[in-house]
């Protein structure tokens, strides 16, 4: 099935570009979510209008991303959230979570969908978190999460 996609999705590609799956992917997970709608010639219209947004909200160099980078690993990342005794969360930490703690914490403004979380954060502790800033920097921070 051709879809074009709205976000940038790992593996497929980024927003405005045409791709083809398999039906159930795109059917059960892509279009559900909004990362994708389908492809018809009138979508066509849709793809500019995409990827003019996408310029606007996208690290064009990577002389930037690499500013961005340092500007991300020099900051000191802590999230309060609330917790029980043995240490487990109730619920788990968002990728919306960390992008408000970065910026919280006097970090540059981080879209939460670049965000890249290796598992669900659900324990206290510090956890590493990838922030995917340009198709080729990739920006590693340690996030602390403490109890609230």
Known sequence: MKIILKHEVSGLGTAGDVVE???????????????AIRWTKGGEKDVAQIRRARKIHEIATIEQANEVKAQLEGVKVRHAVRAGDSGRLFG???PADIASAIKAAGG???????????????TLGSHQ????????????????????
């Open 21 to 35: 799956v398999k039906d159930g992917y795109a059917r059960n997970y892509l279009v559900p979510r909004g990362f």
């Open 92 to 94: 788990s930490v968002t």
């Open 108 to 122: 540059p403004d981080v879209d939460k969908r670049r965000v890249e979380l290796g598992s669900p954060i659900k």
């Open 129 to 148: 978190v990838s922030v995917r800033l340009h198709a080729e920097v990739v920006a590693k921070l340690n996030v602390e999460i403490v109890a609230a």
